[in-house]
């Protein structure tokens, strides 16, 4: 009699590890198939937030950091540019491109901050923010952060923007912009 009693507890707690053993491997073939479905790393090669941009005009320089997104891939397929800023509104300095960047797949929207380099879709401009804008925009494209040179952005002028070679750059500090906003 003694038997038939634990035959009933003893299929309960079987049951029981089944379904949490169940779980566990239901958790595990989850995170396989996660890990299954991620998207591959990009190699060095492929990423662009190593990529930084020179702008040279006047015997000065402005290094900035690509971000990486479509809108700086297709600006720097456009390199080497010869571009001329003008001061818009005592915030920014811009300038028309030749020939506009692809935004697609780019969410747009951005607050602009001192220190930004930055595509606005409808005109087909690249700014350079001195100062920020108060308002956002749903058509303000950020495509880097300016690293260095800032200072030197004063005035009208024509420069050369071209991608920085490592050995121009490598006294330029990688992940700490010196600008507050």
């Known amino acids: ?6 035959l009933p507890s003893i299929l309960v707690i079987s049951a029981a590890l089944a ?5 566990h491997s239901s958790a595990t073939d989850h995170n396989a198939s996660k890990h299954l479905n991620r ?3 990009q190699t060095e090669e492929d990423s662009i937030s190593n990529t930084r941009i020179k702008l040279t005009f006047n015997n000065k320089e402005v290094f900035v950091r690509m971000y990486d997104n479509p809108a700086s891939k297709d600006f720097l397929a ?10 818009y509104i005592g915030k920014e300095k811009v ?3 030749q020939k506009r960047l692809s935004i697609d797949d780019v ?3 951005d607050l602009s901050k001192k220190g930004d380099f930055a595509y606005y879709a409808p005109w087909g401009n690249v700014a ?5 804008l108060e308002d956002a925009t749903n058509d303000l494209i950020i495509l880097g952060q300016i690293e260095s040179g800032k200072e030197n952005v004063d005035g009208d002028f024509t420069g050369r923007i071209e991608k920085a070679t490592k050995q121009k750059h490598d006294n330029t500090p990688l992940n700490n912009p010196i600008y507050s906003h």
């Open 107 to 109: 969410q747009a929207g």
């Open 39 to 41: 998207v591959p790393e």
């Open 1 to 6: 009699m003694k038997k038939m009693l634990y």
């Open 128 to 132: 350079i923010f001195y100062k920020g």
């Open 19 to 23: 379904a949490c053993g169940n779980n």
């Open 95 to 97: 300038s028309i491109l």
């Open 78 to 87: 456009q390199l080497p540019l010869t571009v001329t800023f003008e001061d």
